[in-house]
């Protein structure tokens, strides 16, 4: 199935060249060796071929000229592409985990209880009402000091006389009464604490110097039994700070907590501060090789090493690739091959030069060769380059009508180049390279069959068989 705009360019092309041709669908799928209903569906739009060999079949077939071809390629590319991204889309939705629902926010009453609960095992002692605190709760409200507190904290919790509230103090906090909820974490009893020791601290100061005051009027030892005072409160509310609890006081914690908040934000502004974006790197530039790109169905042959009775009969040009792997055939003579250069992004590629470079060199091989048509001739090359793999150093030399390099390609401009090698005396491997730039970037691409080199070999007075139409089996060529 094509996809979208592309898809729609190409049948368009394609159905313009079979209107103009004046044959009628079931007489161009005779000859394309093509369904009625297939054909019909490429030139609406209702499917795209696999490999571009049917179209070019039937443009040919239409009379289609050198240019229209190349056209009608790049749109075949362009509509390939955008099926490849479509079906990789869908693969990628279907892959994706179903989100789960967004789970409704908890009230806010509701998230306090299960912070305040503690553990029945080892239950948390109730809060000492501070100095100037209102009276405790009931009796059934409060738990035995002996139970659950040790001598200590009953005595850090015991309201000295001197530190009645008075009647110009301040309403005691709701949040220190004895009716308060539930006690909280160990830092609230650490504040508790503090605020006891500075009240008492407060209170003992300021009888420190009404006592020596009265005592002794403005002399001396006035300042030193002060003094003496102010130390001994100043001791006295150090020691129950040292005692408390071990956990951060609030006055330390918020000078804990902002460099874990604070470094996200310096990690998140860190790709802005990037002063340049990266340079392009990798090869710019890619090749989509058909190593079988038939001239037209008769013309192909391939050598096998295997008897012709036990040969299965002959492929169509689609399924040439898949037939000779499997048999391990090798073209023999002469072999045409399509390749198709494609930048990877928006910027120009230059391609300067192209080559053909021999791997290996040897006899013929003693197999025999297989026609893979009968009854439509063999045709000559009319574009593209050829070479002669005979020759000690391989040359490419462009056929009448094809200008030789250096040509340009990028990402929406592709080019299709055909290249036709000749052997009638070697068994040769061989692949293609390409020299290529891009701004200061500069390579070779070497051209091969997804991987594997090219291999032609002759087949020059070797033991030839066909398949005529009709019959079942494999027989001698019949030479007209």
């Known amino acids: 199935?094509?996809?979208?705009?592309?898809?729609?360019?190409?049948?368009?092309?394609?159905?313009?060249?079979?209107?103009?041709?004046?044959?009628?669908?079931?007489?161009?799928?005779?000859?394309?060796?093509?369904?009625?209903?297939?054909?019909?569906?490429y030139c609406n739009g209702d499917a795209l071929p696999a490999e571009f060999t049917p179209a070019d079949r039937l443009a040919r077939l239409c009379g289609a000229d050198r240019a229209?071809?190349?056209?009608?390629?790049?749109?075949?590319?362009?509509?390939?592409?955008?099926?490849?991204?479509?079906?990789?889309?869908q693969e990628a939705v279907r892959a994706e985990p179903p989100r789960p629902a967004p789970a409704e926010p908890a009230p806010e009453e509701a998230a306090e209880p299960p912070v305040r609960k503690e553990p029945a095992a080892a239950p948390e002692p109730a809060e000492a009402p501070a100095p100037h605190e209102t009276p405790a709760a009931p009796a059934s409200e409060r738990r035995p000091a002996d139970e659950s507190q040790?001598?200590?904290?009953?005595?850090?919790?015991?309201?000295?006389?001197?530190?009645?509230?008075?009647?110009?103090?301040?309403?005691?906090?709701?949040?220190?009464?004895?009716?308060?909820?539930?006690p909280r974490p160990r830092p609230r009893r650490s504040r508790v604490l503090l605020a006891s020791a500075a009240a008492l601290v407060v209170l003992v100061a300021g009888g420190?110097?009404?006592?020596?005051?009265?005592?002794?009027?403005?002399?001396?030892?006035?300042?030193?039994?002060?003094?003496?005072?102010?130390?001994?409160?100043?001791?006295?509310?150090?020691?129950?700070?040292?005692?408390g609890s071990e956990s951060p006081t609030p006055s330390k914690s918020p000078s804990q907590t902002p460099s874990p908040r604070t470094s996200p934000s310096r990690t998140a502004s860190s790709p802005s501060t990037s002063p340049t974006a990266e340079a392009p790197t990798g090869t710019p530039v890619t090749a989509r090789v058909n190593a079988h790109a038939w001239e037209d169905p008769c013309s192909p042959?391939?050598?096998?090493?295997?008897?012709?009775?036990?040969?299965?009969?002959?492929?169509?040009?689609?399924?040439?690739?898949?037939?000779?792997r499997a048999l391990g055939a090798v073209p023999a003579g002469r072999q045409r091959i399509a390749v198709t250069l494609q930048g990877t992004g928006d910027e120009t590629v230059v391609l300067n030069a192209m080559r053909v470079r021999t791997l290996r060199s040897g006899p013929p091989l003693?197999?025999?060769?297989?026609?893979?048509?009968?009854?439509?001739?063999?045709?000559?090359?009319?574009?593209?380059?050829?070479t002669d793999l005979d020759a000690p150093r391989p040359a490419l030399k462009p056929l009448s009508g094809q200008r030789d390099f250096p040509y340009k390609v990028s990402a929406s401009d592709p080019e299709v180049f055909y290249v036709t090698a000749n052997t009638t005396a070697h068994d040769v491997t061989w692949?293609?390279?390409?020299?290529?730039?891009?701004?200061?970037?500069?390579?070779?691409?070497?051209?091969?069959?997804?991987?594997?080199?090219?291999?032609?070999?002759?087949?020059?007075?070797?033991?030839?068989?066909?398949?005529?139409?009709?019959?079942?089996?494999?027989?001698?060529?019949?030479?007209?």
């Not at 042959?301 to 000779?324: I, N």
């Not at 003693?366 to 050829?386: H, L, R």
């Not at 200061?440 to 020059?460: I, N, Q, W």
């Not at 007075?461 to 027989?475: K, S, V």
Request: net charge negative.
């Open 208 to 243: 420190g110097i009404v006592a020596g005051r009265l005592a002794g009027g403005d002399g001396d030892g006035d300042t030193e039994a002060a003094k003496a005072g102010h130390a001994a409160a100043a001791d006295r509310a150090v020691t129950p700070s040292r005692t």
């Open 68 to 89: 229209e071809l190349m056209d009608l390629h790049r749109r075949w590319l362009l509509a390939d592409a955008a099926r490849a991204a479509a079906k990789e889309q």
């Open 1 to 41: 199935m094509g996809s979208g705009a592309e898809n729609e360019a190409f049948a368009a092309r394609l159905k313009e060249l079979k209107e103009r041709s004046g044959l009628s669908y079931g007489q161009l799928a005779k000859r394309l060796h093509l369904s009625t209903s297939t054909l019909h569906r």
């Open 150 to 182: 040790s001598a200590d904290e009953r005595h850090d919790q015991e309201p000295a006389p001197e530190q009645s509230p008075t009647p110009d103090q301040e309403p005691p906090e709701p949040a220190l009464t004895a009716t308060a909820p539930p």
């Open 431 to 480: 692949c293609l390279e390409i020299d290529w730039s891009s701004g200061d970037r500069h390579g070779t691409l070497r051209v091969t069959d997804a991987g594997t080199p090219f291999r032609t070999a002759p087949a020059k007075n070797r033991p030839t068989w066909q398949w005529p139409p009709g019959d079942t089996a494999w027989g001698p060529e019949v030479k007209g």
């Open 366 to 386: 003693a197999w025999d060769a297989y026609i893979m048509g009968v009854g439509c001739g063999g045709n000559v090359p009319a574009e593209g380059f050829t």
């Open 301 to 324: 042959r391939y050598l096998v090493h295997s008897d012709h009775e036990g040969m299965p009969p002959p492929p169509t040009e689609g399924d040439a690739p898949g037939w000779a």
